[in-house]
């Protein structure tokens, strides 16, 4: 009996920490190059909203930003769609938010035109959006570390149990090696004094 249910128990803990492996991967690894992605996107982002002036041809610049907007949104999908915790989903929802009303930029005349230059106040309006997003960004980074580090301490434990179970089952065994050398004993020595008392009949 005790041997089904320590197998019973090394199996749960065994797939315990084969879930742990698969979503600090999947739901921490896997989403922090999701973090590093959009950030890069929105680094090009504000590098194209601040150097407005530089560029001759506007049109291939809003092209090249409502790309990168789009990359963000499709990486934000599939970030979405991994295991969240509720600060995450606030955080990316947030994020998605600023992304999808703030930093859409519908005409890049609201940035820069020929006749009035840069227009200082839009510039910084998308900065500072870029910033709050950037924000967001890092509390979702700084959930991944935390939550690897519960799920690192989760598969510690879990092999800690398994070890205990291990330590209890030689302790066992060895009881058992025990009480069989005692009944091995135990016997002879009956049957040798059964067969005493016989010879002295």
Excluded at 7 to 19: K, M, P, V, W
Excluded at 87 to 98: G, H, K, N, V
């Amino acid at each position: 009996m005790l041997i089904f249910g320590k197998n019973f128990l090394e199996r749960r803990y065994f797939n315990e920490l084969g879930e742990a492996f698969v979503s600090v991967y999947e739901d921490r690894l896997v989403v922090e190059s999701y973090i590093f992605s959009i950030s890069e996107n929105l680094f090009r982002i504000k590098l194209l909203v601040n150097h407005c002036q530089q560029e001759s041809d506007y049109s291939n610049v809003l092209a090249e930003i409502v790309a990168y907007e789009e990359n963000i949104l499709k990486t934000v999908d599939t970030f979405e769609k991994t295991n969240l915790t509720k600060p995450e989903d606030e955080f990316l929802t947030s994020f998605r938010s600023i992304i999808e009303n703030n930093l859409r930029i519908s005409d890049y005349n609201f940035l820069y035109s020929e006749e009035t230059g840069i227009n200082q106040k839009k510039v910084e309006e998308y900065n500072s959006a870029i910033e709050r997003a950037i924000l967001d960004l890092e509390k979702l980074s700084q959930i991944q570390i935390e939550e690897g580090r519960k799920l690192a301490m989760n598969s510690s434990k879990v092999v800690n149990k398994s070890r205990i179970w291990a330590q209890f089952e030689v302790a066992a065994l060895v009881i058992l090696l025990i009480l069989i050398y005692l009944l091995i004993y135990t016997t002879r020595k009956i049957k040798s004094a059964i067969e005493d008392e016989e010879e002295e009949y």
